[in-house]
Every structure is written in structure tokens, then in C-alpha cells.
């Protein structure tokens, strides 16, 4: 697609958010909220963003050079447990939006970008203390869209957090909520927890952008036959298709291809997050379609030749992983204690780890997401609203007085809550 000479410009001037104006006054990269990301999927039909989890700056450069090169509008994102208080990646909350802005700045980036907080976890009611005042810290660092994930709290607990919550969100910000923890074909979301969430929160003037849904994924990488199940997916998101409301598919690594192109087409999904295959190719690990690691012989990880980090290192942080006793889904946590040491290799080196990721994704964005000329759709949409606010997309249409807080109490009753097996799922 082509834009008019100076629409890039014009874009930066009123495109982006009060926070990012004042921490970057002179930057040229065009950091939007992430409803611009949303809108411009639902625009192009059957497209998703490629929601990069930037666990390392590797993997952030190599996906901005990915997206420049298919003009696709991109989200980079970090997890609350990979980059919050206590996380296990050296890439935070606080300083992803630096670290995007000076790559966009060195690299010419010309593609609008959001900046996610995935994965915001609350666990319990009296968590919300904390929470009132860490969120508005995130947008002070550049964050520009949240997910609050309330989803391992009882379904009107979750709705509850969600409102009380959403006050400490900037009303220009990205939104997305959860139903159903991300745990695979256990407790799986239905419609009827999906359409209690998001009308409860339409009563209360809170218009989610994205809902995430447990619907057949795990995080981290699991090939198996069952992973994304469409059908549920689509049918859920008809059900909530009065609220305009778009889908946000979490754990698409260890799913083919082929099932992330029926999602995108069959479904009402915008947003695909991507996380772990990222970290083993920027390693220079040998991967296949699903994004599992190829195992050796030896039942060890296989490097391909001359890729990724150098072949000292890789020895050094493979000793290390079997050192602690890592299972293969503990190798998240060697991205916090290696991060200094990839990036003290040469140029050179840090050139080709961040190759594998621009490879990897820029065919993932054109053939699998169809993102390609979603870029030039964002810039286009901010110089025709002429603001960094889009504005929801639907307004209320539930009765307010239907969902009080003992209304939502009764309302429960009426709900199957069976939320599956126990266990740590975390991103």
C-alpha cells in the first residue's frame, strides 16, 4: 500500500500517545495505542498481529525488522512473570518501550508499534492494592495497551478486578481481559463465562479490545493434536460479536501453520502472541513448523551451524540449564541470567541471532497472519481520526443496574466454573 508522501510525519505528530510524546519528544518511531493494532486487523479481514513477547533485544530488533520489511503493524509485549517484579527476563515492563524506541530509531522503523503489558496476573482480591499502584508506573515507562488477567480467580471475581482496575488504564490505552486460564483442553472458556465477562464489563462503560480465551492452547510449546481448537474459538466469538469485541490467541507456539490460518480466517482473532519458538531461534536452536526444538539423538537440543549465539556460549548456557536441573519448559529462565552475555558478543553475532528472528517472522507475518499492509492501515486510520484516541469501539447497550455487585453475585450461581487441573501456567 502506498501512502501519501509525509504521512509517516504526519502520523508521529498526532498519533502518538501524551506518555510516549513526553518520554521521547524527538523520536521518530511511531509508538500507537494498541487499538490502532486492533482496528487495523479487523479492517484488512482474517489478519492477526504478530504479538511478539520480547524476551530479549534480539528478539524485539529482529521482529521490528520483520514487520518494516511486510508492513505490518506489530505489538511487542512482555508477560508480567517474564518482565515484572519478579521476573526471569532482563527485558521488563519499565524498559521494553526504551528498547523499542532507540531500535526504531537506529533502524529507520516506519511501522506503528504497541507496546503491551501481557499477562498483567491477579491471583487474589486483595492484590488489588498493589496492582492500583504499579499500573500506572507501566504507562509512565511507554507501556500503551494491558491485559488484566484475572482469569485464575472465580468468573465474577475476575469481572469484579476488571472494574476495579480498569480506572488506573488511560481510556486511549489498548484493553484486553481473559476468561479461562491459558492451560490447555482443561476447563476450557465457553459462551456463557465469555458473555458474562464482557457484559458485565459493557455495563460498567469498560469495552475490552481483545478478550483471551482458553480454547485448547498451552503456553510455552506442546505439538500435539489437540492445541487451538477453531470451532470453540468461533463460536465464542460470534456469541460476543454485538460487543465488537476481538480475540487474543495466546500460546500459538507448538501449532501448525495451517491451524493459525484458520484462525485467522475463521474467527474474529487479531492479536497472536508469540513467544517461546522466538527464544530458542534467536539462540540458533533447530526448530520445525510447530516451533518445537528439534531434539538430537542424544535426546539434546540440536544447533544449527553458524546460527545464533557462539558456540562457547550456547555450551555455556546449555552446562547451566543442566546444572539447575532444567526441564525444557524451565529454559525461559535462562533468558534474565545470559541477556548481558549475548549482548557482549560481537556485532557480527548479534547480527545473526536477530537474522533468525527476521527469517522466521517475516514470511509468519505475510502467509500465516496476512499483517502485510496493516502498517500503512494504522497511519492511514490515525490521519483520518487526527488523535492518538480512537475511542471504543461499541457503547454501552447492558443495564447498569443488572450488574451491581449483588447482581453479579446471583448471576454466578448460574454459571459452570469448572476451571480444570491445578498447576503453574504462567507465561
Given at each position: 500500500m502506498s501512502l501519501k508522501r509525509?504521512?509517516?510525519?504526519?502520523?508521529?505528530?498526532?498519533?502518538?500517545?501524551?506518555?510516549?510524546?513526553?518520554?521521547?519528544?524527538?523520536?521518530?518511531?511511531?509508538?500507537?495505542?494498541?487499538?490502532y493494532i486492533d482496528r487495523a486487523m479487523r479492517t484488512k479481514s482474517g489478519s492477526m498481529a504478530v504479538?511478539?513477547?520480547?524476551?530479549?533485544?534480539f528478539i524485539i530488533r529482529g521482529a521490528l525488522l520483520a514487520a518494516n520489511a511486510t508492513d505490518s503493524a506489530l505489538i511487542i509485549e512482555i508477560a508480567r512473570s517474564e518482565g515484572g517484579a519478579d521476573a526471569y527476563c532482563a527485558v521488563n515492563f519499565w524498559n521494553i518501550a526504551r528498547i523499542v524506541d532507540a531500535l526504531c530509531n537506529q533502524f529507520n522503523i516506519r511501522i506503528p508499534v504497541a507496546i503491551h503489558a501481557d499477562h498483567y496476573g491477579i491471583?487474589?482480591?486483595?492484590?488489588?492494592?498493589?496492582?492500583?499502584?504499579?499500573?500506572?508506573?507501566?504507562?509512565?515507562?511507554g507501556i500503551s495497551s494491558i491485559a488484566i488477567d484475572?482469569?485464575?480467580?472465580?468468573?465474577?471475581?475476575?469481572?469484579?478486578?476488571?472494574?476495579?482496575?480498569?480506572?488506573?488504564?488511560?481510556?486511549?490505552?489498548?484493553?484486553?481481559?481473559?476468561?479461562?486460564?491459558?492451560?490447555?483442553?482443561?476447563?476450557?472458556?465457553?459462551?456463557?463465562?465469555?458473555?458474562?465477562?464482557?457484559?458485565?464489563?459493557?455495563?460498567?462503560?469498560?469495552?475490552?479490545d481483545w478478550i483471551a480465551l482458553n480454547n485448547g492452547t498451552t503456553h510455552g510449546i506442546e505439538k500435539g493434536s489437540e492445541g487451538i481448537q477453531v470451532d470453540l474459538t468461533a463460536k465464542i466469538h460470534s456469541a460476543l460479536a454485538p460487543f465488537k469485541v476481538s480475540g487474543a490467541q495466546h500460546g500459538?507456539?507448538?501449532?501448525?501453520?495451517?491451524?493459525?490460518?484458520?484462525?485467522?480466517?475463521?474467527?474474529?482473532t487479531t492479536k497472536a502472541n508469540l513467544a517461546t519458538a522466538l527464544q530458542y531461534i534467536s539462540w540458533g536452536s533447530k526448530v520445525d513448523d510447530y516451533g518445537n526444538c528439534v531434539m538430537g539423538s542424544d535426546g539434546e537440543f540440536?544447533?544449527?551451524?553458524?546460527?545464533?549465539?557462539?558456540d562457547k556460549l550456547w555450551k555455556e548456557m546449555f552446562d547451566y540449564a543442566w546444572e539447575h536441573k532444567f526441564k525444557i519448559g524451565d529454559m525461559k529462565k535462562l533468558c534474565r541470567p545470559f541477556e548481558n552475555k549475548l549482548l557482549g558478543q560481537s556485532e557480527e553475532i548479534q547480527k545473526r541471532m536477530t537474522t533468525g528472528i527476521t527469517d522466521f517472522l517475516s514470511p509468519f507475518m505475510k502467509d500465516v497472519c496476512n499483517s502485510s499492509g496493516t502498517g500503512s492501515l494504522v497511519i492511514e486510520r490515525i490521519l483520518e481520526t487526527g488523535s492518538y484516541d480512537l475511542g471504543p469501539k461499541i457503547g454501552r447497550t447492558e443495564d447498569p443496574a443488572e450488574w451491581t455487585e449483588e447482581k453479579i453475585a446471583e448471576r454466578i450461581k448460574e454459571i459452570d466454573q469448572n476451571k480444570g487441573k491445578e498447576g503453574d501456567f504462567s507465561e
Open positions: 509525509g504521512a509517516f510525519e504526519a502520523a508521529l505528530e498526532i498519533g502518538r500517545p501524551p506518555n510516549i510524546k513526553s518520554l521521547f519528544p524527538n523520536s521518530k518511531a511511531l509508538i500507537v495505542s494498541g487499538k504479538a511478539v513477547n520480547g524476551r530479549s533485544y491471583k487474589h482480591m486483595n492484590q488489588f492494592q498493589a496492582a492500583s499502584i504499579e499500573i500506572p508506573t507501566l504507562f509512565d515507562a484475572a482469569s485464575h480467580m472465580p468468573d465474577d471475581e475476575n469481572l469484579l478486578m476488571n472494574i476495579l482496575l480498569h480506572p488506573f488504564i488511560p481510556d486511549w490505552a489498548g484493553f484486553e481481559t481473559e476468561i479461562g486460564e491459558i492451560k490447555g483442553k482443561t476447563g476450557l472458556s465457553t459462551v456463557q463465562e465469555a458473555k458474562f465477562l464482557i457484559c458485565g464489563l459493557n455495563a460498567h462503560d469498560i469495552f475490552p500459538t507456539s507448538g501449532n501448525s501453520s495451517e491451524r493459525l490460518r484458520k484462525i485467522a480466517m475463521n474467527t474474529s540440536v544447533k544449527l551451524p553458524g546460527c545464533g549465539m557462539t
